[in-house]
């Protein structure tokens, strides 16, 4: 599983936050986070109260989404930015930072903030070889994938897209580990669910635990 995609915020609450990211006067040229960047070209939330409470607001969902939380195996989520691309603004391909001073990027994540029907382009480029993958998801879903894949933000033609992106970093440095931790933890709440637990179920979820204990990092 190369990423995932799913729900995250209702639409009550996505519109709240939004409706309270745009109301605050503390908007900037979004190359202040990447030193003059002539590739990006957005507006990005300076630092004020209004982003550290949205902030807190917005890793608090996503620790308490299991499904989120059994994919990604979180130790700790970080450097959380909030972008305004609007129209002839972009952010052209580019692979993020692996690591910085606040901790190792091992998966990126995208939530969108208002619907795709609002603006035009602004898809973001995923780089999977030998796959290319056009995202643009619906106000409040998430995408969450590796952060070493080259991506892109397309030029906004029409409108505005408003997202929040973040990193995590994984309790499992390596993407394959954290995979086959992911579909041997789903498997097995599938087989409970279907068919109860058992001396099998019991041995698999060792075996689960011992490899987690091996691959942390």
């Known amino acids: 599983m190369l990423y995932m995609a799913r729900n ?41 109260n209004e982003k550290t409470m949205i902030t807190n ?17 979180p130790n700790k989520i970080f450097n959380i930015l909030f972008t305004r691309t609007g129209e002839g603004m972009y952010y052209g391909p580019h692979i993020d930072t692996p690591h910085l001073p606040s901790g190792r990027r091992d998966l990126s994540f995208t939530i969108f903030l208002n619907n795709p029907d609002e603006y035009k382009g602004g898809e973001l480029i995923l780089y999977i070889p030998p796959e290319t993958k056009k995202i643009k998801l619906n106000q409040g879903d998430i995408i969450i994938y590796p952060t070493k894949y080259l991506h892109e933000v397309k030029e906004v033609t029409d409108g505005e897209r408003i997202v929040c992106v973040g990193w995590i970093e994984s309790q499992i440095a390596r993407d394959d580990e954290r995979e086959e931790l992911y579909l041997i933890q789903n498997s097995l709440k599938k ?24 691959f942390l990092s």
Request: one cysteine or more; proline letters at 1%; charged letters at 30%.
């Open 191 to 214: 087989i409970i669910e279907k068919y109860g637990d058992s001396a099998a179920t019991q041995d698999l979820r060792l075996c689960f635990n011992r490899l987690y204990k091996r």
């Open 57 to 73: 607001e917005i890793i608090e969902s996503l620790e308490s989404d299991s499904l989120i939380n059994s994919f990604t195996f």
């Open 8 to 48: 995250l915020l209702t639409k009550e609450k996505t519109a709240n936050l939004r409706k309270r990211l745009i109301l605050s006067p503390d908007w900037v040229d979004g190359k202040v986070s990447t030193h003059g960047s002539k590739i990006k070209r957005n507006l990005q939330l300076n630092s004020c």
